[in-house]
T-cell receptor, first 111, second 116 residues
């Protein structure tokens, strides 16, 4: 099946630092989604991307749809303790069909 | 609140038993997806239904089955339960792009299944 490689697997950062993570696939996607999940909760949609090269922000979060359509990036600026959680990327290459998920990036913010 | 509802929130049962998890998608969403997430693991795609029909199947065991009803709610049936089936089960829904919506997927709060 389709594999999504997400890196890094985990990050430990100081409050106030910026964070970058990325996701790559072996196939071209037409949609990339980024989620945040907190323990015991469902993933919450952060940002959706629909066009190659698209750059979309949601507060301190910015995500980009890679121009090759095989990767996507998420940046968090000026991290705060409530950014703690697991961040997942997801993509689909066929509209209305299965989404494939990355393995997640666990973020810990040290006050 | 994503608009996707799941019941029950918690379920504790014994090995060998059968349980049914229920999901109501967001208003207007035709697709329902089921995922399993074991402790400290990623999301494992189980199955997708679109407007009542099975559309995609992932790593779903033969002991598990699902269906989507005419009112678009979905049920995931897990039978002959084993200890290893203990996990969070999530439902997600997405819009039908042909109606003008864009591909997204919104998750419910999940059902935590514990098999003793």
């Amino acid at each position: 099946g389709q594999q999504l490689n997400q890196s890094p697997q985990s990050m430990f950062i100081q409050e106030g630092e910026d964070v970058s993570m990325n996701c790559t696939s072996s196939s071209i996607f037409n949609t990339w989604l980024w989620y945040k999940q907190e323990p015991g909760e469902g993933p919450v949609l952060l940002i959706a991307l629909y066009k190659a090269g698209e750059l979309t922000s949601n507060g301190r979060l910015t995500a980009q749809f890679g121009i090759t359509r095989k990767d996507s990036f998420l940046n968090i600026s000026a991290s705060i303790p409530s950014d703690v959680g697991i961040y997942f990327c997801a993509g689909t290459f066929t509209t209305g069909n299965q989404f494939y998920f990355g393995t997640g990036t666990s973020l810990t913010v040290i006050p | 609140d994503s608009g996707v509802t799941q019941t029950p929130k918690h379920l504790i049962t014994a090995t060998g038993q059968r349980v049914t998890l229920r999901c109501s998608p967001r208003s207007g969403d035709l697709s329902v997806y089921w995922y399993q997430q074991s402790l400290d693991q990623g999301l494992q795609f189980l199955i997708q239904y679109y407007n009542g029909e099975e559309r995609a199947k992932g790593n779903i065991l033969e002991r598990f089955s699902a269906q989507q009803f005419p009112d678009l709610h979905s049920e995931l049936n897990l039978s002959s339960l084993e200890l290893g089936d203990s996990a969070l089960y999530f439902c997600a829904s997405s819009a039908d792009r042909t109606s003008g919506g864009l591909d997204t997927q919104y998750f419910g709060p999940g059902t935590r299944l514990t098999v003793l």
